[in-house]
């Protein structure tokens, strides 16, 4: 079949545009520089079709190369930032993170759910507490997070139904909940009081704590959340200290959402 030929899936499925896409998504922060070879064996492409579809990137600005190794440029960045822009959400939450960070001393940060992950829309980070950077655009699995666990309560039956029988529950730490049944236990307590708090899951020493942000129709869109260093606060501490500002910030975003314009207020 010809790369350009639609596929079995239907004939809006153009094939050459998903093999491409795979090619940029082998590069990760463990794949900073892939070679032809590395490449073909991510995607499952042959050599020749990922040589092409590498070369054709480098063509438009996407990648570079120096003649063995590729990378990623910056430009794959106007990717993403064509969605973010498009977006009220990341622009009206900022101000509010900026405000409650400053009031509490401590990171906060806004994300969305993506598939299996949540993914960081907006950010303000006091203190870096984690192994790994957060940035816009960054994604955990939605399973071992607080704000994970705030958008996973909000699902409808059959859209939680559907993650909890694709998603992967790959235990992080000794306290991720790893089993469906765990997991479901804690969303039903996270929806019945309105907030989400992880103890460790994600990562030994991290606690966090996430309250839910809903659209004009009360439908749970994104989340805001807290995170502090577990050496340095109790649960019983974050949830009178934290929760109130974090909620009152919850509750500040929405407002500013409803008030947005209906063509500004997307947010994915």
Same mark, same amino acid.
């Given at each position: 079949?010809?790369?350009? %030929?639609? #596929?079995?899936?239907?004939?809006?499925? &153009?094939?050459?545009?998903?093999?491409?896409?795979?090619? !940029?998504?082998?590069?990760?922060?463990?794949?900073?520089?892939?070679?032809?070879?590395? $490449?073909?064996?991510?995607? =499952?492409?042959?050599?020749?079709?990922?040589?092409?579809?590498?070369?054709?990137?480098?063509?438009?600005?996407?990648?570079?190369?120096?003649?063995?190794?590729?990378?990623?440029?910056?430009?794959?960045?106007?990717?993403?930032?064509?969605?973010?822009?498009?977006?009220?959400? @990341?622009? $009206?939450?900022? @101000?509010?993170? %900026?405000?409650?960070?400053? %009031?509490?001393?401590?990171?906060?940060?806004?994300? &969305?759910?993506? =598939?299996?992950?949540? $993914?960081?829309?907006?950010?303000?980070?006091?203190?870096? !507490?984690?192994?790994?950077?957060?940035? $816009?655009?960054?994604?955990?699995?939605?399973?071992?997070?607080?704000?994970?666990?705030?958008?996973?309560? =909000?699902?409808?039956?059959?859209?939680?139904?559907?993650?909890? *029988?694709?998603?992967?529950?790959?235990?992080? #730490?000794?306290?991720?909940?790893?089993?469906?049944? %765990?997991?479901?236990?804690?969303?039903?307590?996270?929806?019945?009081?309105?907030?989400?708090?992880?103890?460790?899951?994600?990562?030994?020493?991290?606690?966090? !704590? /996430?309250?839910? !942000?809903?659209?004009?129709? =009360?439908?749970?869109? /994104? /989340?805001?959340?807290?995170?502090?260093?577990?050496?340095?606060?109790?649960?019983?501490? &974050?949830?009178?200290?934290?929760? @109130? @500002?974090?909620? *009152?910030?919850?509750? *500040?975003?929405?407002?500013?959402? *409803?008030?947005?314009?209906? #063509?500004?207020?997307?947010?994915?």
């Amino acid at each position: 079949m010809d790369e350009g %030929e639609v #596929t079995e899936r239907g004939a809006h499925h &153009v094939q050459s545009l998903e093999r491409g896409l795979a090619v !940029i998504k082998a590069f990760n922060a463990d794949a900073a520089e892939l070679t032809l070879s590395d $490449v073909a064996r991510s995607t =499952g492409l042959t050599r020749a079709a990922a040589r092409r579809f590498l070369l054709t990137l480098v063509d438009l600005g996407y990648v570079r190369t120096d003649g063995k190794y590729f990378s990623l440029t910056a430009r794959v960045l106007e990717l993403g930032y064509s969605y973010l822009s498009s977006l009220s959400l @990341p622009e $009206v939450a900022q @101000p509010h993170l %900026e405000r409650l960070s400053a %009031e509490v001393h401590e990171s906060s940060s806004v994300s &969305v759910l993506e =598939g299996m992950d949540i $993914v960081y829309v907006a950010r303000v980070a006091v203190s870096r !507490i984690m192994t790994v950077s957060i940035n $816009v655009g960054t994604r955990f699995p939605a399973h071992a997070t607080s704000m994970g666990h705030v958008l996973l309560a =909000g699902l409808d039956d059959a859209d939680l139904r559907d993650y909890l *029988a694709g998603a992967k529950l790959d235990k992080l #730490t000794a306290r991720t909940k790893s089993r469906p049944e %765990e997991l479901l236990a804690e969303l039903v307590r996270v929806y019945e009081q309105g907030y989400a708090m992880v103890d460790q899951e994600l990562e030994e020493g991290l606690r966090s !704590i /996430a309250a839910p !942000i809903r659209d004009r129709q =009360g439908k749970v869109v /994104a /989340a805001v959340n807290l995170s502090t260093h577990a050496s340095r606060t109790t649960r019983e501490s &974050v949830e009178q200290e934290l929760l @109130p @500002p974090l909620l *009152a910030a919850a509750r *500040a975003i929405e407002t500013d959402l *409803a008030s947005a314009p209906p #063509t500004r207020a997307r947010h994915g």
